[in-house]
């Protein structure tokens, strides 16, 4: 089995700055994509970054140039750096990552909490 366990939410003021950080364990035999999703209150979760084993990334548009999403493939960790923080970034941040095991899966974190205030 794997997990994925969030940190690094939490309350900050607008203009501010947070780093998630994503760890899986279990019997992981690779990681391919990883990504951060968000679910804002009362709204449906959506897509914020993605990475690719090699390192490739995408961004949903309202966190182009503000957010950077990058892994650390020895560590089996992906992170979230987010700059510039705005009241519409509040929202609960899961980890979300295909993983192979004896077969390939999608597994989620538990979800970390991020409010901005204005």
């Known amino acids: 089995q794997v997990q994925l366990v969030e940190s690094g939410g939490g309350l900050v003021q607008a203009g501010g700055s947070l780093r998630l950080s994503c760890a899986a364990s279990?019997?992981?035999?690779?990681?391919?994509?990883m990504a951060w999703y968000r679910q804002p209150p009362g709204k449906q979760r959506e897509l914020v970054a993605t990475?690719?084993?090699?390192?490739?990334?995408n961004y949903e548009d309202s966190v182009k140039g503000r957010f950077t999403i990058s892994r650390d493939n020895t560590k089996n960790m992906v992170y979230l750096q987010m700059n510039s923080l705005k009241p519409e970034d509040t929202a609960v941040y899961y980890c979300?990552?295909?993983?192979?095991?004896?077969?390939?899966?999608?597994?989620w974190g538990q979800g970390t909490q991020v409010t901005v205030s204005s």
């Open positions: 990475i690719t084993s090699g390192g490739n990334t």
């Open positions: 279990g019997s992981i035999s690779r990681i391919n994509n």
């Open positions: 979300f990552a295909v993983v192979l095991t004896n077969y390939m899966g999608h597994y």
